[in-house]
């Protein structure tokens, strides 16, 4: 499964800054050639431990000890008030939701941008409204494709014997909805044994917000902390979403040093080196950035896609190898990759994501750190080092 984080924000709040910064790499650690793919289409990385600083030598794929795993993201652009009717860019966002398996939300939180995007003073904004705005947008986008032909639809589920979930998830599958997503919303709605047919608008709407919590999960990126002034990120409340206060311009500036070598630094980390020569201009910008990284611990810009990977959509690494005493593949190379999978994988899933032929031969597993065999229900855990034998030729 390729991994999609969507970046959704409405004009002003930074999202072009938040998505250049997190799709500049290091040269060390982007293997791609290009980390824009298309002009709203780019790879950022997530971090995590790697388990070669375990062992006497290193893979030679990470950074002094951290792994950056590759993951797409797409700055979706367009998404206004009432952008769901068709206002502002239109629907054109749609299809870049669809491939968003989790969506982080920038919202200036220094207030200083009005409910269109345009600036304001700062601290005159609503944040909050802002937050809200972006899920009455997506589950208004969701009721509507779902109320297409409904009735007609809803009596056929009844006609044929249909389940209530596959029709719904059917019907909202151009939205990346999942018959396991439609299956929990209609649980949690209380509608499952309701007759589909006599469903009200209202009820329709919050199997909708069900259906959105459930298939795009947000997290809020509070952006342009470095503006605020005393505690306003507690403008940004938020009862059932995780919020990080980010500043994108900086993380931008700390990506852009790095990369010109002026600095060393660690997407995530709360401070940086100085490694070259620097003007008294670039000294003073550097010294600015220190005092927000002194002050938040760091620019949380790299947290936000961590956090999305990790934690919102509850992903693990796993790392497949063909040599378990050695953790290498057949040519030598130590730890040659590490996969992105959803926390409750099994050996067997791993095996399939290595190559079908590899999971339909599939003999058992092996844990390269305990050498201990494991079944094909056997379930992964983060950091898993992990060598298959099959029958596969
Ligand atoms: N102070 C501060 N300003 C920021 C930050 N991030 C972005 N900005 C500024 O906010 C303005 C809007 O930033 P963009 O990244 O272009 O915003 P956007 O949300 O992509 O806007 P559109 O491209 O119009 O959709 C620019 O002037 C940025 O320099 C931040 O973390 N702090």
């Known amino acids: 499964m390729s991994m999609t984080l969507g970046l959704a924000g409405k004009p002003n709040a930074g999202k072009s800054t938040f998505f250049k910064s997190v799709t500049m790499a290091d040269v060390e650690i982007a293997n791609y050639p290009f980390t824009t793919i298309h002009a709203n289409h780019g790879v950022a990385y997530i971090q995590t431990p790697c388990p070669c600083t375990e062992r006497e030598t290193r893979c030679g794929k990470c950074k002094d000890g951290i792994r950056y795993v590759p993951i797409d993201i797409i700055d979706v652009a367009g998404l206004v008030p009432d952008a769901h009717k068709g206002k502002g860019l239109g629907n054109s966002f749609l299809d870049d939701l669809r491939q968003a398996q989790a969506i982080i939300h920038v919202v200036d939180a220094s207030a200083s941008t009005d409910a269109e995007g345009n600036p304001i003073d700062p601290g005159s904004g609503n944040p909050a409204a802002d937050i809200e705005f972006l899920d009455y947008e997506l589950e208004m986008w969701m009721f509507e494709i779902l109320n297409r032909n409904w009735s007609k639809l809803s009596r056929k589920i009844r006609a044929e014997g249909l389940k209530t979930e596959e ?15 439609a299956n929990y919303a209609l649980h949690d709605t209380d509608l499952y044994s309701s007759d589909p047919a006599k469903w009200t608008e209202d009820e329709m709407i919050r199997l909708c917000r069900s259906i959105r919590k459930e298939s795009k999960p947000m997290i809020i990126a509070a952006n342009k902390f470095d503006a605020l002034e005393g505690s306003g990120i507690s403008l940004v409340e938020a009862d059932d979403k995780t919020i990080i206060p980010t500043s994108a311009a900086a993380e931008l500036a700390l990506k852009s040093a790095s990369k010109a070598g002026v600095i060393q630094y660690t997407p995530g980390d709360g401070g940086f080196e100085v490694a070259g020569e620097i003007s008294p201009a670039q000294e003073k910008g550097l010294n600015a950035v220190k005092h927000l990284l002194d002050a938040h611990g760091s620019t949380g810009v790299q947290e936000c896609v961590n956090r999305a990977v990790f934690e919102l959509l ?61 079944a094909e229900k056997h379930e992964l855990q983060n950091g898993d080092v992990i060598k298959i034998v099959s029958t596969a030729k």
Not at 167 to 181: K, P
Not at 319 to 345: C, F, H, I, Q
């Open 167 to 181: 029709a719904v998830a059917d019907q909202l599958s151009g939205a990346g909805v999942t018959i396991e997503h």
């Open 314 to 374: 509850d992903m693990i690494v796993v790392y497949p190898v063909e040599d378990e005493g050695k953790w290498t593949n057949k040519t030598g190379d130590m730890l040659p990759d590490a996969y992105l999978m959803k926390r409750g994988s099994t050996c067997k899933d791993l095996a399939y994501k290595i190559h079908s032929d590899i999971g339909d031969h599939f003999l058992y597993a092996v844990d390269a750190r305990t050498k201990m065999r494991l």
